[in-house]
Structures are given as structure tokens and as C-alpha cells.
DNA sequence: TCCATATATGAATAGGTATTCAAGCGTTAA
DNA sequence: TTAACGCTTGAATACCTATTCATATATGGA
């Protein structure tokens, strides 16, 4: 059976049409898809979640989920890098706190979406 | 070197103090990592972005994006699983659409971010 | 009944990734 | 300079997962 293509090739052609219009910009979608992926790890979130309250360096990340610095290093290296978290280095440690754009909102979005669904 | 424990146990207590005070709860919070991790996927961002305009049958959704019914059909079963999507059997078909949740206003607050930053 | 179609599913494979370990860098204080 | 500390980094391993392929189920029509 070929399972590449429908047999009746389109069969709500106004629809995907339609869909296909207000598709979002390829690049807005993998930066979308992006930004989900790194909150869709566990430990980056609570990484997330964790920054909400206050800039925490990385010592103080690892003791609030229980890992190792090296650990958490590379996840806010992901962070960083996707632009994600910012850092601000005082002596020998570094400062970590979420980036000054609506990711905040994002998050309260979804903390909104998870607990509505709980219930 | 012992990367276990950082040697000052915890250096901004009352930072921690109040991030822990403030976490939400774990079974929360691994909802959300869930439904991020779900959106993080290209293929399945995609399709949850499609059916944003009209329900869709599998076919439709192969179709936008061009990919086979079989690979379709794996992404909802797990979109469907974590209740992102909810399905209607129509004859020969199964029609998909976004769960009737905050799903959608969770979309939205993303796509705003991703196209805030893209700026 | 028999066949074609739309979808679902299980197993396998290939690609991706989080954590660990070891080592390195940069800063501070002696 | 030396040592200690906080952090970073690269490689390796072990785990996870998206897609493919083959097959199965279910519905509708001849």
C-alpha cells in the first residue's frame, strides 16, 4: 500500500488552504519549536521556574534541583545561547536571570494551562 | 575535585529560600515539561498550529505538512494521549481538532513571543 | 462477500541529547 | 606564585524518540 500519498489528494482543500495562510513564518515556527523544546526538559524548566523568583548563580541552581554544577552548566549553556537567560559575571561566580523579553509570560501561560488542567 | 556540593552549601539562602517557596508543585510542573516537550517537536508544533484554523483528518494534515498518514497518525496518538488534541470518527475518517482548553491561548502567547523576539 | 481506502499500530533503526567524568580556565586571597 | 574555588567545556555513554516499514483494523461500496 503506498502510504505517501492520500488517494483523494486534497480532501478539504479550503481548509489547508486556508491553514496554510496563517501559517506562521517557518523561522517564527522553529524558533518556537525551540524555545518549547528547552522548556520541555525537565531540568531546564525548573531551571526556568527557579529564575523567576531571583538571579541565582550556578551553586544555587544545583542545590534547588539537587545536581551537580557541570549539569546544570550545560543546560544554561542552552539557555544562554537560545537567548533564553542572561548572565552577569561578580568574581568568580556567575548570575543567572531570565531574559528581559515575554518569556516570563510564556511561563505564566503554561503555569496557567498546567494547573487549569490538573483540575 | 569534588563537583558534588558546592563548598559554601548554600550561597544566597534566602534566594533559594524563597524560589522553593514559590515552585509549583512537581506533578505541575511535569505536566507543563510534558506539553513543552510535545510543542518542541516541529512536526507536531506544526500540526497543532494547523489545526488552529479547522479540524483536519489525517490526510489534511500529511498533506500541510508534507509528511506520510503514518507519521501523522504517531504524533497525534501522543497528542492525544496528553489531551492536546481530541479526535471525531467520521465514516472512513478521523477528524482532529485543539482540545477545548487554554491550549490555543498558550499557542498564542508563544507565537507572540517567538515573533517579539524575531524583531 | 470482497476490495479499496483511511487510519492505527508494533518493531526496528537512526539520530538526537542529558548526564557524567575528567580536565581546563579565570578569579581571589595568601 | 601558589592554591582554592566557581564555573565551563569536551568526550563518552546511556537513554530517549521520530520516522519508516509492514501489517492490522475498520468503514463504505460494489
Redesign the pocket.
Same mark, same amino acid.
Given at each position: 500500500?503506498n502510504?505517501e500519498i492520500?488517494?483523494?489528494n486534497l @480532501?478539504h482543500e479550503e481548509c489547508v488552504a486556508a491553514a496554510q495562510q496563517q501559517m506562521p513564518q517557518l523561522a517564527t515556527i522553529e524558533q518556537l519549536a525551540t524555545v518549547y $523544546?528547552l522548556l520541555g526538559? &525537565?531540568?531546564?524548566l525548573k531551571i526556568m521556574l527557579s529564575l523567576r523568583t531571583c538571579e541565582m548563580?550556578?551553586?544555587?541552581l544545583?542545590a534547588m534541583l539537587d %545536581?551537580? &554544577? %557541570?549539569? @546544570?552548566?550545560?543546560? /544554561? $549553556? /542552552?539557555l544562554r545561547i537560545s537567548g533564553l537567560v542572561q548572565?552577569r559575571?561578580k568574581?568568580?561566580?556567575?548570575?543567572y536571570s531570565l531574559a528581559k523579553n515575554s518569556v516570563q509570560q510564556m511561563l505564566l501561560e503554561g503555569l496557567n494551562y498546567a494547573v487549569e488542567k490538573k483540575a
Amino acid at each position: 500500500m503506498n502510504q505517501e500519498i492520500c488517494q483523494v489528494n486534497l @480532501i478539504h482543500e479550503e481548509c489547508v488552504a486556508a491553514a496554510q495562510q496563517q501559517m506562521p513564518q517557518l523561522a517564527t515556527i522553529e524558533q518556537l519549536a525551540t524555545v518549547y $523544546k528547552l522548556l520541555g526538559e &525537565p531540568s531546564r524548566l525548573k531551571i526556568m521556574l527557579s529564575l523567576r523568583t531571583c538571579e541565582m548563580c550556578v551553586c544555587d541552581l544545583a542545590a534547588m534541583l539537587d %545536581s551537580t &554544577p %557541570s549539569a @546544570i552548566s550545560h543546560q /544554561l $549553556k /542552552l539557555l544562554r545561547i537560545s537567548g533564553l537567560v542572561q548572565s552577569r559575571k561578580k568574581g568568580k561566580m556567575v548570575y543567572y536571570s531570565l531574559a528581559k523579553n515575554s518569556v516570563q509570560q510564556m511561563l505564566l501561560e503554561g503555569l496557567n494551562y498546567a494547573v487549569e488542567k490538573k483540575a
